[in-house]
Every structure is written in C-alpha cells, then in structure tokens.
C-alpha cells in the first residue's frame, strides 16, 4: 500500500511549546489521528493501528491505557447477544 505524504505547518512555538521535536510529533499526530477516526467509526481497530504503525494489540494496549473503550458494543448490542447466546 502506497503512503500519501500530508504537510501540516505549525509555528515553530508549537513545538517549542509541546517541547516536541518534528519526527516525534509526527508520530503522535498520527497516533492521535488514528485514535479519533476510530472513536468516529470512521477506521476500524486494524485500520487504525496500520495508520499509526502500530500493532492492532499495541494499539489496543494503548486505547485501554488512556481509557479509551476498545469495544464498539452498544448496551443494547449487547442484550441481543446475549439473548441470542441464551437461545443456543
């Protein structure tokens, strides 16, 4: 799969202000970005980890460490599983 390149210009006092150097903050822009589409249903959990170069499990580690709900199943969702499992 073919990378697209994304400039994105900041002031030099952004980085200065997140004490960040370019190619780290590169790196948690897109960690940041995956994390958000997929809060938006926007990427799945595999799609999500490849655009941050991480593993789907380190990426999962990451979602549970910052408390962010890796299951998408709604509590309804999850009536009707288990209503259909209680039938089996």
Do not use: R
């Not at 210009?9 to 590169?26: F, K, Q, R």
């Not at 593993?55 to 599983?81: A, G, M, Q, R």
């Amino acid at each position: 799969m073919q990378n697209i390149p994304i400039d994105i210009h900041l002031p030099s006092e952004v980085l200065i202000a997140l004490n960040e150097n370019p190619i780290d903050l590169e790196k948690k822009f897109k960690l940041w970005a995956a994390v958000g589409l997929y809060n938006l249903n926007k990427l799945s959990l595999a799609k999500a980890a490849h655009l941050c170069d991480l593993h789907v499990y380190d990426f999962e580690k990451f979602l549970s460490e910052n408390n962010i709900s890796i299951s998408k199943l709604t509590p309804e969702d999850l009536d009707k599983e288990m209503e259909h499992l209680s039938k089996i």
